[in-house]
C-alpha cells in the first residue's frame, strides 16, 4: 500500500532562507564579541605595561637606598625601561616586545633618565607616561621626587 501525500511526514530539513538567517546572525555575534575581546587585551597590555614601570620606580626607589644611588633609564622607541645601579643592570623592561604597548614621554622626549639618590629621592622632573595599544590608553605620573601615581 503506497501512503497518501497527506500522510506522508514533512521534511525534516531548514530551507537556504533559514540556514543564511542563523549565519548572519552568528557572523554579528562574533564580530561584536572579537572586538570586545580585543579591545579588553589591549586594555590588560596596557595595565601590564604600567605596573611593570610602577614596579621599577618602587624597586629603584629601595635600590637607591640599598646601594647608595639608582637610575631608572625610560626610552620610548622601542618602548623599554631599564633599572641600574653603578655599573650594574638590576632590571630591563622591553614593553614594546611583551605587550606590544608604546611609551609616550612628557614632552614628546625619545628618552627619560631618572635618578635616586641614597635616601630613595628623585632628582628628576615631573612625568607623565602614556602607554597606549589600540584604542587603550593608561597614565602613570611621576613627582619630581620619583613616587608614582596612577590617574
Not at 3 to 24: K, M, N, Q
Not at 77 to 92: K, T
Amino acid at each position: 500500500m503506497i501512503p497518501s501525500a497527506a500522510s506522508r511526514p514533512a521534511h525534516d530539513g531548514y530551507t537556504l532562507l533559514e540556514l543564511i538567517t542563523v549565519l548572519t546572525l552568528l557572523g554579528l555575534v562574533t564580530t561584536v564579541l572579537l572586538s570586545a575581546a580585543r579591545h579588553q587585551l589591549d586594555r590588560m597590555a596596557v595595565l601590564g605595561a604600567r605596573e611593570e614601570v610602577a614596579g621599577l620606580f618602587h624597586r629603584a626607589r629601595a635600590e637607591a637606598i640599598a646601594r647608595g644611588g639608582a637610575r631608572l633609564l625610560l626610552q620610548a622607541d622601542p618602548a623599554s625601561a631599564e633599572l641600574s645601579a653603578g655599573d650594574e643592570v638590576l632590571a630591563r623592561a622591553h614593553l614594546k616586545a611583551e605587550y606590544g604597548v608604546a611609551l609616550t614621554l612628557s614632552s614628546s622626549r625619545p628618552e627619560a633618565d631618572l635618578s635616586f639618590d641614597a635616601l630613595g629621592l628623585g632628582r628628576v622632573a615631573s612625568q607623565t607616561l602614556r602607554f597606549a595599544r589600540g584604542k587603550a590608553e593608561v597614565r602613570l605620573v611621576v613627582s619630581s621626587l620619583g613616587r608614582v601615581t596612577r590617574p
